[in-house]
């Protein structure tokens, strides 16, 4: 399958300043009862993705994903999470529906404070609601000087099949890791086990790019480039690793353990259930009762000198030499510190589509331009 080169006006951009953006995005969360300070933690986890590129996981979700979630009393605005067993270093939270954009933010907080008391804290999550960018929130330990890890799964949402499966068993289960590295480029692995999250698909489908070959298959196995089919049934996201011959048991497996150490563990809804395997093997499920695995980890509890050899670790990737004609090497999350840094200053791009799709939300986001 192909799709025709996306029209002008859907390629169309314009800048808004990042801070009206999160604090317009903070003000509409409040509008939706969540108390203020709240509101502007899950502004800031969702307005990550828009500052660092990874509009997948912007606010290309507010209207999409969260106002839904919020409105239809999926996600409580309210909600106070509460703790069910607490072992000092390890605390398992029901998180009972809580916005999953501050909510997990707080619990990789709370795995930092366990951390800076016994080396190590982690927060095991049920209850959880979608969190956007998974490194929005490990970033929270890494700016304290620790190693940070978030996995989470998609609740009772089954998208993607096993290799060689007949039926969807699992959904993208997010994972991220983050540390420090060379100083303003923090360490932050982001990443679905899935070859690209459904909102890659989905953003490539708005702009009318063709998907890569990779992305989709069909029930051949065959590559799919037209995003849309995604959401028409007719094509099934692929595992990292690629096919099976290439490889795709790595990213599956890898899937298995987000869903073991973030889902099972805390007792949340699970992907493969027995329910997946009852109707026609489509994508069913819904992202309720999401589990999350919030880890901290306190490089100084543990040894001296961690720092200067995160900064040479890395700063030694940054040195290894490029091939002819290609771009420098970098780490992850280096590259989006620095478009960070930059849309700080100069905006961030929005599609034209999606800034009058926020307009009306209710956002007041003044241009600055029309990005280029």
Known sequence: MTVAPPSADRREEVRVPYTILLSETAACFARLGVPAERARLAAEALCYGDLTGMDSHGVFNLARLYVPLLESGRADPAAEPTTLRDLGACVLVDHRRALGLWAASQAVDLAARRAADHGIGLVTVRGATHFGCAGAHALRAAAQGMIGVVASNCGGQRIARPPHGAAALLGTNPL???????????????????????????????DGRPAPEGWLTDDTGGPVTDPAAFDRGE???GWLGGRPETGAHKGFGLGLTVELLAALLPGAATGPARAALDGDGRPGGTDDDIGLLALAIAPGALRDGFPADARDLFATVLDCPPLPGRDRVRYPGHLEAERAAGRRVSGVPLPASLHAELTGLGLDLPVLEAAR
């Open 176 to 206: 991220s890791v983050a540390a420090p590295a060379v100083e303003g480029r923090p360490f932050v692995l982001d990443m679905s086990t899935t070859v690209v999250p459904t909102g890659r698909v989905r953003t490539a489908a708005r």
């Open 235 to 237: 094509a099934w996201l």
